[in-house]
């Protein structure tokens, strides 16, 4: 959402500026703001996001804090959400949740799009070989089972940090204590999931470099990385940030699936997918322990996948329906 | 690409679960006894150089044999395969039925009433069906079914013409109905303004036979290759159904599997996992031109 706005924003302001004709960027986002849904969703993201960031630190408890007093309440003036079977404030646990699931939604995106980029770019580009080695790849590991093959790389990541091995493994041990062990789902998410960006980035790198510009830079002497970097990737932007968009919601159903399990955040810190675990056991007494946390999940998966598609009718003028 | 795709597949596996620390034996609260961990790694191959466990162990598999599982240690993983797998393979059928009747039905009405409230109202159901995992599903269903309306049990298995089926069914197929649903949609559409369309309408069908004899079965053709893929999806995505709602299938194995190091029992579902998911990719590959004769040329 970030990387869409702030590519979207600045275009249209010099644009305005300017007093130039509207540009690609600028038609797009008065298309995208024409779509009620995909604004409501784009709203909904920046409350979240402004949220997870500042009322953790100035809401009076934390998302450990336990008292005995106060066990499985509903909802009250002073726990907005009720509280859990060890007392802690559902609702602090939700907003805090909201930060380890946009960071994973985030961060796995950033990874993915580090490998498949260059890959697709590569493949396309230079063809040939490359393209068979790194197509291969994504080949195999499009057959990879992807649940199973982040929950190996997650238990291995978690085995080896456990083990203290010092040295680099002493930052990445750091990452994950602040995150709350969920660097392994980082990387495991980012591994598996690059290859449909690749695939996307490649197919475009195709079409554009056989055009009359790459031709025309080309034949005026641009070198090989200029063409790539200069020519061919910024047409290819407007398919990324779609893809981008709509990999976020899929990376945060991932996480709090694996944290469902139990195989990912470790408590106490809270994920809305452990919270929505903890809660099944009491769902039929203390219903709202499971309602909170799952209307979580879904509206945010929901707004992302709308902000996903109004992206996508708006930078992409001929899927218009 | 099927055989180099399963080794590369059982390599990663193997080389990733054996460099994580810890073994199989020391998951227990207490330590085994340095003389039982020996005799343990020796009667399951795990003291012989890690080059060969790797060359051992995939000799046995071309030969149909998992090996033995580590944590229920009377039975091998061929046995709990054959066990536990068509119990995931039957639930994963049946949900995927659900999910193409459900979603091909909606993708069709969908584009019928291109861009009326029906079409809004259909895209909301299958948009809200891809964001809600089907762990809050499952929830949600025996909270509403179970609890409050005593319809079905809370859970457990008992083949699929028992009444227990009809909660992971539903919870497996909602993701698949609606991703089915945006397909059939805008292949729906694709269709709808082709010319053949156009001409059986000219020639005075009515619109009932129009869609049923010659948009559907033509708007069909990209959802089988979106079916194919799911399916393996499904199959090896229940885990967390079958881990919620007590059914005894494959994926509940291999989460206990994972936190208990049963190092035969990850490869063997690794393995049969990716083998599904390219037969599927293989399948889809074959009949694709058989379907569509424009293809094969």
Known sequence: MATATSALIPSAEIAAKAGRVEGFWGSALRQLTRNKLAVISAVFIIVLGVSAIIVPEIYPRTYAEQNYDAITQGPSREYPMGTDQLGRDIFIRLIFGARISLTVGLVVQAVILLIGVPAGLAAGFFGGKVDTVIMRIVDILYAMPSLLFVIIIMTYLRGTLNSNPGGFWEYISKIDKATGGLVGVYIGLGLIGWLTVS??????????KSQDFSTAAESLGASRGRIMFRHLLPNTIAPIVVATTLGIPSAILSESGISFLGLGVIPPMPSWGL???????SMRSHPYMLIFPAMAISLTVLAFNFLGDGLRDALDPWMKR | MLIPTLLVIYTLTFVLIHATPGGPWSQGDKPVPPLVLKRLNAAYGLDKP?????TDYLWNVLHGDFGPSFTSRSRTVTDIIKDTFPISLQLGIVAMMLAVFAGITLGVIAAINHNRTTDYVCGFISIAGISTPSY????????LLSSQLHLVPTGGWNGITDT???????ALALYPAAVLARYTRSSMLDVLSADYVRTARAKGLNETVVITRHAIRNALLPVVTVGAIILADVVTGSFYVETIYQVPGIGRYFVESITSRDYPVILGTVLLFGALVSVM????DILYPLLDPRMSN
């Open chain 2, 136 to 143: 809050v599903v499952v929830s949600l269903l025996v909270l």
């Open chain 2, 164 to 170: 227990r089926v009809i909660i992971p069914a539903v």
């Open chain 2, 281 to 284: 990719n293989l399948i889809v």
């Open chain 2, 50 to 54: 890690l080059w060969r466990q790797y």
């Open chain 1, 199 to 208: 695939r996307i980035v490649r197919a475009n790198t195709l079409s554009l």
């Open chain 1, 275 to 281: 919270m929505i675990s903890e809660s099944i056991v």
